[in-house]
């Protein structure tokens, strides 16, 4: 992979993380709304709130991890080692990075997964 690659899987996964950060905003106030006074759910019954909240922060949950992946892959490009599997040090596909860069694995060791 040359620098200009690098360089533009890095730019994506800076935006990514922009992007998932200012979404986790909004999520942390929708994972509070229980617990707050019944008007303040509005036309929400409890229950719905509630499966609201446990949808919130499952989705919460997941960008969490979506963040650490997209930082360790932010990592290994500052440490030179981008794009190369963590299990068996192959490099990995350059189209599979393009579907995420926050890939770790190449796609037989994915598969054995
Ligand atoms: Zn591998």
Partial sequence: MDEMQINSFKQRLLQLQADLM????TSNDAAKTVGLDQSAIGRLSRMDAMRAQGM????KGRREHQLL???GAL?????GDFGVCLTCDEDIDIRRLD?????TQCILCADKE
């Fill in 75 to 79: 990592g290994r490009i500052a440490d």
């Fill in 69 to 71: 992946s997209i930082k």
């Fill in 56 to 59: 919130a922060i499952e989705t």
């Fill in 22 to 25: 200012s979404l986790s905003d």
């Fill in 99 to 103: 579907v995420d860069p926050s890939y």
